[in-house]
Every structure is written in C-alpha cells, then in structure tokens.
C-alpha cells in the first residue's frame, strides 16, 4: 500500500463506511422486492404463465445462491472493497436491462443478473467486521438485518405507488439511480479492506451447484405442462440430484471448498441452515402468492379484488415488522433462551400459512399472514445468524455467514418455483383455483412444522466458542499485521 493510500485510509469515517455498506444492503433488499405487488401486471403485460412469472423472483434468487458463496469466499481472499464495487456494477447492469426488458426471457435475463447483488450481504458483514470497533460490530450487523427489512418495506409500497400513475418497467429507474450513487460513495467512502488470507475459489464446485439448481427448477417449471409424474420431470429430478451429489463429493475433498459440508456436521449450524431454508421458503412463496391470491375477483369467494397499492400496503408489514422485531432478538434470547426465540420464529411461520388458509377473502386475515411472517424472518435470520456467528472460526467467517444466505436463497428458489407451478397446475383457466392455494399453503405449513421439529436439537442457550479474549476486531488486526 503506498503512503498516499495509507493517508486516505486514516482519513476514511468508520460511520460513513458503515452508512454505505448498510445502504447497500437496503438498495438490493428493496430491488430483490419490489416488483411483487406488479406480478399479476406484469404476467398480464408479457403474456407469462404463473410458473413463467415465477422466473421474476427465481432468478434473483438462483444467482444469488451461487454468487453469494463464491462473493463470500472471494471477500476472503481478495480486497472486499473491490468485490462491493463489481457486485455493484453488476447489479445496475442487471437493473438496467430489466427495466428496458419487452419479454419475459429479458427480464429474467436481468433478474439473473441481479441476483449477484444478494453477495452484498456477507460482504457487509466482512466489511463491517474489518472497519468498525467491537462494540460497533454488533450494532452495525443488527443494522445489516433490520435495513434488509427495511428495504423490503420501503420498496413494496414505493411500487404499488409507481405502477399505479407509471407503466411498470419504470420500477427499475430508482433502484438504478440509488446503485450508482451507492457504487460512487463506496468507491470514495468504503476504505480498502486486504484479506484475512489467500487461497483459490472454487469455481468447479459454483458450477456443479448452479447446474443442478437450474436443472431442478427448470423441471419445476416445466412439471404443470409435462406431468409431475412424467419421464421429463422425473428425468429432470435424476440428472438435480447426480449434479449436487457431485458437487457435495467435489467440496467434501476439496481443501479450500466453496460451501464447507463440513459444517453440517456441527448440530447447531445445521439446525440454523433448515431456519434459513424455511424462512427464504415462506417469505418468497408468499411474495408470489399472495399478490395472485389478493387481486383475485371478490366473486372467487377468496380474492379481495385488490390493486396494486392496496397489494403493497398488504405486504407492507412484512418488512415493517421484521425491521422493528430483529433488534429485539437479543433481548429475547437472555430471557427465554436461544432454542425457545427460534422456535417462536418458525411457529410464526407455520401459522402466516394457516391465516392465509382460513382467510376466506378477509383483508385483516391477510395482513396477519404478512405480519406474522415478517415477525418469523426478524426472529429466525437474527436468531440464526447469532448461532451462526458463535459457532463459527474468524478465518472463514465470511464463507460461513454466506452459506446461511445461500440456503436461504436456495429455500426462496424452491418455494416460489414450486408455488408458481402449483398455481399453474390444473388450472385449465386464466387464473388459480383455490385448490391450488390451499396446496401451496398446506405445503407452507408441512416444512414449518419440519423445521420446528428440528429445532429441538438445539441446546437451550448458545455458547461462545471463540475465546472471549480474541475479539473478531484483534483477530482482523492480527492478521493484517
């Protein structure tokens, strides 16, 4: 580093690395978001099936789960601050082709693209952990948590505004202008962030996962038109399953390994992987269904007839409550215990699907569901992310907090794609059918009751396993020096 660099380091606000960081995390949480309450305009704009418009939100989420181990990975052993600014080009190029997309191949194009934006988020813990005090530390990654909620908020009300005086494609052009004075301020603001250690990235085990994971959803969206019981599914299932065997074989003998199977074997972090599969499940398959299931005619029995707005305003407490609940966690966890926080956070789940069950076109019922699970994702990601963060060596923690965000990535991918090709299946009309809903949201209700199940292997309270004298701040330092 020459002495010019170092004096700009010095001279670099730890507050104001924190707001961009933060601001990164809010910028894509609300872009991950914010064409939600417009799905049933949008399918109708681009004359998409609902297992087509699943796509919308699949393919955030598919690239995400393979950008955000090889970005977590790549944070440790390259300079996080030149990883935060690619994301960021890539994400306004995505951005960019979304908003002048004219077919649903375009816009999930754009989407696909978009999706390496979910990186940001364990690059803002690293970064956070790198340049922030101890103290700061915790702080700073409740703010990561709540600011995720926030964004969601912030952008499903923004949209079901926009789409309602503006025709939809313009929904990107704010998420665009924000990414690029958010990519200018971490350029100016963000100080250089060296790596704790060198090594390779595994780029062959990022292609085995991202293979396998298209094959299956491509199967899964195809399964209304083939058969779920066809030679082409089952085909489909057969060649998912080959890929990701090898991928677990490859990392299991791989030395530096892109995802650390390894860690499964640990009961507390495998525990906490099925709550963030569980929590990107329920929260992305409600993000599809429930717009279908509220802009439905009054006359279905179960619709309620709803617009764009009134849609947003829906979801709206789903990242208002999680934003207020997240910080709350803590408290929680010194009173009640770390397994009885966790289990509330998934019951919380379980009982949004059965509110939107029985909600028989009540709006209050619906709201309930989206607050109910806000609250479940606010109590399970912090709860987990606290396991995760106790549990886990310094040296790899970037890879490690990845590997929640790729699992919940992993569970958002199967539950929308598996809810579009439920609301498609058997429809033979131009809209779901209740029986479809009722399959998505009994699904909802099986994988929370799994989840909480498992929930019961944990131990009442979690314990430290980093000596309480070796701080992440003197561990960063050590290693630098």
Known sequence: ?????????????????????????????????????????????????????????????????????????LSDVRDKKTILLAVLAIVAMGTAVSGLSNSILTLTVGQLLQGVGLGVVPLAFGIIRDTQTEARIKSGNGSVIAFIYAGTAFALVGSGLLVSILPWRWLFSVPFAIIVIIFFAAWRLVPSCPPANHGRVDYVGAALLGSGMAVILIGITNAPEWGWA???????????????????????????????????????????????LLCGFATNSLFLSVPMLVQQPISTGFGLGATEFTTSLLLLPLGLTGAVVAPLV?????????????????????????????????????????????????????????????????????????????VKAVGGTLGVQLSGSILTTGTGAASPTWTSFTVVFMMGIIVATAVALSCFLLPRRATKKISESESLVDVSASVRE
Request: aromatic share 8%.
């Open 1 to 73: 580093m020459t002495s010019s660099e170092r004096s700009r380091q010095r001279s670099v606000n730890p507050t104001l690395t924190l707001a961009v960081v933060v601001a990164s995390v809010f910028a894509y949480k609300g872009l991950e978001s914010i064409l939600s309450p417009a799905l049933p305009l949008i399918q109708e704009s681009l004359g998409a099936t609902e297992a087509q418009i699943a796509w919308v939100i699949t393919g955030v989420l598919l690239t995400g789960a393979v950008a955000t181990p090889l970005i977590g990975r």
């Open 330 to 406: 803590g408290w929680f966890d010194l009173r009640i215990g770390g397994r009885a926080t966790m289990l509330i956070g998934v019951a919380f789940s379980g009982l949004s699907f059965l509110f939107l069950l029985v909600a028989n076109g009540h709006f209050l019922m619906v709201m309930g569901a989206t607050i109910l699970i806000g609250a479940s994702g606010g109590i399970t990601l912090t709860q987990a992310m606290n396991t995760v963060a106790l549990t886990s060596p310094v040296s790899r923690i970037g890879a490690f907090s990845g590997l929640a965000f790729v």
């Open 230 to 276: 066809s030679l082409k599914f089952v085909s489909a299932l057969a060649i998912c399953i080959v890929l990701l065997a090898a991928f677990v074989a490859f990392e299991l003998r791989s030395s530096e390994p892109l995802i650390d199977i390894r860690i499964l074997a640990t009961r507390p972090l495998a525990v906490s992987c099925l709550v963030y």
